[in-house]
C-alpha cells in the first residue's frame, strides 16, 4: 500500500519552490479543445490529476506531447464526444471539459462525474446554465446526453458560487452565438487565469476576477504558448507546514497577492511572513496563537482548500478556537486521524471545535482525500516520533512530490510501501 513515512520533531529551514496550479491547469486544458491548433502550456504541474485528463483529451484523439512540465496540445482531430467512463470516474474534474466539447463538438455523452469523501459534488449548475444556452440534455440513469446545434449566449444568475459551473459556462459561451452574462460568478484567480488564456487566444471576455463576467461571442480562438500561474494551495499548504513547525521558509514564486486571507491568518496565528517579487519568506519562532474562529469562504475568502492544513496547526496553537467549513458538506474526514495522533478536536455540524496541545504523537493514518491527506503529512512533521500517511495517491493528484518539496525545507519523510514498515 502507498504510504509516507515522516520522521517527525524537525524545524524547517529553508526553501521550496511552488509548482503550477492543478487547479488553474486542468480548466485551461479543456479550454484548448476549444481552438484548433497547437498550444504550448508551460510550468504545467506533473501530477496524477494532469495525467488523467491528458489521458481523456488523447481518447478524444488530441494529439498531445509532453516534455517535462511544458505540454503542446493539438486538439484540431478533436472527434468522439462519448467520454470513456473509466476516465470519467477516476477524474472526476472530466465535467471541465463539458462545455468546451458542445462548443466544438456539438454533442456529448457522459457518465455523472459522482461525488467523493469531500461532498456530493452535484453538476445541476452546469446543466442548468447549458440548457439555458440552447444544449438538449437528456439524463439516464446514471449519466446523460447533451446536444447542441449552436450555442446561444445568455444571462446566467448563479444561485451561490460555483468554481465548476462559471469554467464549464464560460468555456460555452466563448465561442457561442451572441453575448453571455454569468452573475454571481466565481472570483478564484484560477477564473483569472482561464480568462487571460482565452483572451490571449482570441476570446472577448471581461470582468474576469469579478462577480459580473461578460462574453461577447467570437467565430474562432487561435493557438498559443500560456504560462500557468504557481498553485496557491500548495503555497498555503507549505506556509501551513511551518506553522505547524515552526522554523523559517522561503516559498519561491508563491503567488502572495492570491492568498491575502491565508497571509492574514498565519500572520494572526504568530506568523511573520514577508512578501517579495519572487515569493514569500514565512517565519514561525514563536508559540503558534489560536484564532478563535476561522471560516472557509469563496475567494477572497479563507479557502476550503486549505482548511485542513490550517486545522493541523491550530491543533498545536495556545489555546482554544474554531473552524468553520461553509463551502463543502463533509470536509473534516481528517479530525478522527488527527485525534489518533492526540488533538484534542471535536467535530460538530459544520465546525471543528480545537483545544491546542503542546504535542501530537505519531501514528499510522490513512488519507481519504487530497488535501486532508497534505494535512496529516504536516501534522506527521510536527508530531514526536514516527507517522505514516497511507493511501498516498491521494496526494499525488495535486502535489508533484510533497517529499522532495518538505525535505528542502529539512522535513524528513519519504514514500513507502505500508506493507514493509515495521515501526
Ligand atoms: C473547485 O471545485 C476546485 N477544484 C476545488 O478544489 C475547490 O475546493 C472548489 O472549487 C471550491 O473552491 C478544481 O478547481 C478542479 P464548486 P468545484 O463548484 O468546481 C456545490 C482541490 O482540493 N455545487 O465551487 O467542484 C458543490 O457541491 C479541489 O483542489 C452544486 O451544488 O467546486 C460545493 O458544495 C477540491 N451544484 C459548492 O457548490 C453545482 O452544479 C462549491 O463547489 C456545482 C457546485
Avoid: W
Avoid at 46 to 52: C, L, N, W
Avoid at 185 to 209: M, S, V
Amino acid at each position: 500500500m502507498d504510504a509516507i513515512q515522516i520522521y517527525g520533531g524537525n524545524c524547517p529551514e529553508g526553501q521550496i519552490k511552488i509548482q503550477g496550479s492543478k487547479n488553474a491547469v486542468l480548466p485551461i486544458l479543456a479550454a484548448t479543445l476549444l481552438i484548433d491548433g497547437t498550444c504550448e502550456i508551460k510550468n504545467c504541474p506533473i501530477i496524477s490529476d494532469v495525467h488523467h485528463m491528458l489521458r481523456l483529451m488523447e481518447s478524444l484523439c488530441c494529439t498531445i506531447n509532453r516534455k517535462g512540465h511544458t505540454l503542446t496540445i493539438d486538439a484540431a482531430c478533436l472527434s468522439r464526444c462519448d467520454m470513456p467512463s473509466d476516465s470519467v470516474s477516476v477524474m472526476r474534474s472530466s465535467i471541465m471539459l463539458l462545455g468546451a466539447l458542445l462548443a466544438r463538438t456539438g454533442s456529448v455523452s457522459m457518465q455523472y462525474p459522482g461525488g467523493c469523501v469531500i461532498g456530493q459534488r452535484p453538476i445541476d449548475l452546469h446543466l442548468q446554465g447549458l440548457r439555458k444556452m440552447g444544449v438538449i440534455i437528456e439524463e439516464k440513469e446514471d449519466g446523460f446526453s447533451a446536444e447542441a446545434v449552436r450555442l446561444t449566449g445568455a444571462v446566467h444568475r448563479l444561485p451561490f458560487v460555483s468554481v465548476g459551473a462559471t469554467e464549464n459556462l464560460l468555456l460555452a459561451a466563448v465561442l457561442a452565438q451572441g453575448d453571455t452574462v454569468i452573475e454571481n460568478a466565481a472570483r478564484e484567480p484560477e477564473i483569472t487565469a482561464l480568462c487571460d488564456f482565452l483572451n490571449t487566444a482570441g476570446a472577448d471576455i471581461e470582468g474576469a476576477g469579478t462577480n459580473r463576467i461578460l462574453i461577447h461571442g467570437v467565430k474562432k480562438l487561435h493557438a498559443i504558448s500560456y504560462r500557468i500561474p504557481s498553485d496557491r494551495v500548495v503555497a498555503g499548504t507549505y506556509l501551513a507546514a511551518c506553522l505547524c513547525c515552526g522554523g523559517e521558509v522561503f516559498l519561491k514564486d508563491a503567488p502572495g497577492r492570491q492568498i491575502v486571507s491565508v497571509i492574514k491568518a498565519a500572520a494572526a496565528m504568530g506568523a511573520r511572513i514577508y512578501e517579495s517579487e519572487d515569493g514569500i519568506q514565512v517565519a514561525c519562532r514563536e508559540r503558534r496563537k489560536m484564532i478563535p474562529l476561522l471560516q472557509t469562504d469563496s475567494y477572497p475568502g479563507f479557502p476550503t482548500d486549505l482548511q485542513s492544513a490550517f486545522l493541523a496547526a491550530m491543533t498545536l496553537a495556545d489555546g482554544e478556537g474554531a473552524l468553520q467549513e461553509t463551502i463543502f458538506e463533509n470536509r473534516f474526514r481528517i479530525v478522527p486521524q488527527l485525534q489518533k495522533m492526540g488533538a484534542d478536536i471535536v467535530c460538530r455540524d459544520n465546525t471543528v471545535y480545537v483545544k491546542g496541545r503542546r504535542k501530537l504523537h505519531g501514528a499510522v493514518l490513512q488519507a481519504q482525500e487530497l488535501r486532508g491527506g497534505a494535512a496529516l503529512v504536516l501534522a506527521g512533521s510536527a508530531a514526536e516520533g514516527t507517522t505514516v500517511v497511507c493511501n498516498r495517491h491521494f496526494i499525488e493528484r495535486g502535489y508533484e512530490d510533497i517529499c522532495k518539496d518538505l525535505g528542502e525545507i529539512g522535513i524528513r519523510c519519504k514514500k513507502i510501501d505500508y506493507r514493509e514498515y515495521n515501526g
